[in-house]
């Protein structure tokens, strides 16, 4: 089996989300002082085309906009980034992610109250990360996702430019030691690479095909060798949900795993799935250390994103055992 031959990247997961509300620059500082490698920003644009970090499409799960705008919903009761200008994002007040009930979706973490914090650009978050290597004397990566393409384009706006422009405005755009460019679209992900000719790595996101996300892929094919070749072609990786490699415990308590880390390996793509929560393990996982120990040490990835990047790191130079490829 194909392992990391060095030790693997920690990448903070919307920030350091497990202690402060995700992707706030708060998180972020928190990420950077914690010792991540990369730290996320998922992206997507408001009205005027500005790139704002922010997980999802929609404002109303982390920002008071429903407080703030009542009346600007769209008929299927979502708030749409899309649909605010950038002033008026600036507005909002970040708080703790809440589900569709409004209550805190991890209870357990930084209490679900008034925010205290804006929504940041992706400009202003490079500055910040920026200025925050310059004073630690660090080298901290961009971990770039971009949300919703298609329907960023069914709204009149090309979101992979836009990236694009910051990341030039910026410096980073050549960066590729530093970058990395992340999506579930396949098609974005070519755009990027034979259109727009990034140089940056760019890493194929595998969803579970029920999820529903903004894509027509067939997540189920990219998981199989002739799916990987075909990522192969166009991407430098891929970043798959942790249970499509971890498949459970069986009766007597061995350990189920996929070969779809080996196979991706094989074809020269590295391998950072997603999501490692200490506050929410999968079945059959006692501690976040075990979860470790089988994605670091037994399956060889090349990297992961955890809301707790101080475990990930403490676990790291403690018990990674650094394996050559065999």
Known sequence: MTTAARSPIVIAHRGASGYVPEHTLAAKAMAHAMGADFIEQDVVLSRDGVPVVLHDIYLESTTDVAARFPDRARQDGRYYAIDFTLAEIRSLRVHERTGPDGAAAFP???PLGPGLQGVPTLAEEIDF????????????????????PNFH????????????EVLVEKGYDQRRDQVFLQCFDDATLRYLRHTLRTPLPLIQLIADNSWGEDSEVDYDFLQTP?????????????????MQIYRGKRADGSIELSDLVALAQQRGLQVHPYTFRADALPAGI??????????????????????????????????FVNRTAS
């Open 153 to 164: 384009r069914l709204e009149g706006h090309d979101i992979a430019v836009r990236v694009l």
């Open 226 to 242: 002739a799916g990987l070749d075909a990522v192969a072609a166009y991407a430098d990786g891929i970043g798959p949900w942790l």
């Open 129 to 148: 990360i920026g200025g925050l290597d310059r004073s630690r004397n660090r080298r901290t990566g961009l971990y770039i996702e971009l949300k919703g």
């Open 286 to 319: 006692d501690n976040f250390g075990e979860l470790l120990d089988i994605f670091f040490n037994q399956v060889g990835v090349d990297g992961l994103f955890t809301d707790f990047p101080d475990l990930a790191r403490d676990f790291l130079l403690q018990h």
């Open 108 to 110: 357990s973490r930084f």
